[in-house]
């Protein structure tokens, strides 16, 4: 069965950006593209009552939002376009996308934030704090990067927390599914004065988590190490180099709920400098392979 990846749709240029992203992600991995606009449901005002040819206007607008959006997506890529009904967009892709069964739901920045940079919205707040599938955030200005650069490299941020080989395994798959690089990324923030044992102590962390990381990797696979050293978390991502094919993955907070995300104050924090598009897994699986 051919991987399906929801991308949350608006006729705005949050829309646009999660759709070159879902796009790239989806003609890498031969997946098929589900565009979902999710309208309020009948049900969102018990002031107002409902009105059928309004509620018909707007699904007449938000279908040919999406034609629109089905005529930009690449030649190659299987497509479909759903208008739907929810108690909030977030909810309703969510809804999509386990209809579908997909490897991963695409939003976009909100409005405003700076060029190829993350500003979270309402939604994608909302699915980073609810969603049991992984969430892929498109930074603004994703529509305006070259669709024939795919997907070249995908770098997991690991360390050696609970949930470490899960986000290890996501990101295997994906950079196998993509044929894609694969880069391992630990950041360290040195909140010390500088000095050498505060870098000595950040190379020996360093090397612990790769060592752990590579011995979790199949002998046939390589992947580069890189270290982000930095006052601040911010600081370390800002100083890394960043391919416009790249795609980095982190694990969600060991605070999250079991079966759902949550976004954790280093991942939250990245988010400010990293200019390519990141994606949120959950933190553990079942036995069977599936997400838990």
């Known amino acids: 069965m051919t991987a399906a990846i929801v991308v949350g749709y608006t006729a705005t240029d949050a829309g646009r950006d999660a759709l070159a992203v879902g796009s790239r992600l989806a003609a890498a991995s031969e997946a ?26 707007l699904e007449q607008e938000a279908e040919a939002w999406l034609d629109d959006a089905a005529a930009g997506v690449p030649e190659g890529i299987t497509r479909r376009t759903v208008v739907r009904f929810g108690e909030s967009f977030a909810e309703g892709l969510l809804e999509a996308a386990h209809e579908v ?25 909302e699915l980073l704090h609810s969603a049991d599938v992984p969430v892929v955030l498109a930074p603004e200005g994703a529509r305006r990067v070259d669709p024939a650069v795919g997907v070249t490299r995908i770098t997991a941020a690991i360390g050696l927390r609970p949930g470490a ?42 090397d612990e988590v790769f060592v752990h990381a590579r011995a979790a990797l199949p002998e046939n696979v390589e992947a580069d190490a890189v270290v982000g050293l930095g ?43 990293l200019p390519v598009p990141m994606i949120v897994v959950p933190r553990s699986r079942t036995k069977k392979g599936s997400r838990t």
Do not use: Q
């Not at 565009?35 to 009948?42: I, W």
């Open 101 to 125: 069964e997909a490897s991963h739901i695409v939003v976009g920045a909100a409005n405003g934030g700076l060029r190829g940079r993350h500003r979270l919205g309402t939604v994608a707040t």
């Open 165 to 206: 080989e899960v986000l290890l395994e996501e990101s295997l798959a994906l950079a196998t599914s993509t044929g894609a690089e694969l880069r391992l990324l630990s950041l360290v923030a040195i909140d010390l004065p500088p000095g050498i044992a505060g870098t000595e102590s950040a190379a020996v962390h360093a």
């Open 32 to 57: 098929s593209l589900v565009l979902v606009v999710v309208l309020p449901a009948e049900s969102r005002s018990v002031i107002t009552p409902p009105d059928a040819s309004y509620d018909r206007y």
């Open 231 to 273: 006052g601040s978390i911010e600081e370390a991502v800002a100083h890394l180099s960043w391919e416009p094919g790249e795609f980095a993955i982190v694990g969600s907070s060991r605070l999250a709920r079991r079966r759902r995300l949550f976004l954790g104050s280093t991942a939250a924090k990245m988010l400010h400098e």
